[in-house]
């Protein structure tokens, strides 16, 4: 198993989320491209309701997860940690340079086109859940995400995987597609549903939710 307390690469977690954000939360990205590709890592856990160190904030500013070093090499952002394994294993970015800069590109689309649609409901319906304005802001959000999720359905067209083979591209949408596991939304597009229980379907994804998941201790 890559989950190794001696390994020199480092991925920061949290130990201690809501029950709603277990199994979500951003190192799983990080963790299931390691599984890919059999690498060892060490988490490193802090609190997610407590304020961070300094010396944390000077590796990852704005104080979330995942945080990532690899020797004295440190990163942050889910997505540059990924582009990172990447360069270093085909089995995460292909090394043809169409497939490849078509992976680099649908991930910096899922970063940047989808999850903050899909995020917007998830901010409705979980953090201002009750809220009296969250009613009449829902159908908006709703349109909005089935557009964007209409026009990333398009993009992947019959195929198996964004990028050709498997690869970064598909861990980052499939881990932001889950954000709104909590609705029926991505049902709605059938190769994005099929897409999303592909990628949860592989072992490495699979291993890397059991090892998120055992890291939580019980909320206080």
């Not at 939360?25 to 060490?42: F, H, K, M, N, T």
């Not at 070093?69 to 440190?74: E, H, K, S």
């Not at 992976?103 to 409901?121: K, T």
């Not at 159908?139 to 990028?163: C, H, I, N, V, Y």
Request: charged share 25%; proline share 8%.
């Amino acid at each position: 198993m890559p989950v190794n307390e001696a390994a020199k690469t480092l991925v920061t977690a949290f130990d201690n989320v809501p029950p709603f954000a277990r199994g979500y939360v951003r190192d799983l990205r990080v963790r299931w491209a390691l599984e890919e590709i059999g690498r060892d890592y060490c988490p490193q856990y802090f609190d997610a309701m407590q304020p961070k160190p300094d010396e944390y904030r000077d590796w990852q500013p704005y104080a979330q997860v995942p945080a990532f070093a690899d020797g004295d090499l440190r990163l942050f952002e889910s997505g540059a940690i990924l582009l990172y394994l990447g360069e270093q294993d085909e089995r995460l970015l292909p090394r043809d340079p169409a497939q490849r800069w078509a992976a680099a590109s649908w991930l910096i689309a899922a970063l940047n086109s989808v999850e903050p649609i899909l995020m917007q409901i998830v901010n409705l319906d979980v953090f201002q859940a009750g809220q009296p304005w969250t009613r009449e802001a829902r159908p908006s959000a709703l349109e909005l995400a089935r557009a964007r999720l209409a026009s990333t359905a398009r993009g992947l067209g019959d195929r198996e995987w964004f990028a050709g083979p498997f690869s970064i591209a598909d861990i980052m949408m499939v881990t932001v597609l889950r954000n709104v596991d909590h609705t029926d939304l991505v049902a709605e597009f059938p190769t994005l549903s099929a897409l999303k229980a592909r990628g949860e379907a592989r072992p490495a994804f699979q291993r890397a939710l059991a090892d998120q998941c055992a890291g939580y201790r019980e909320p206080a």
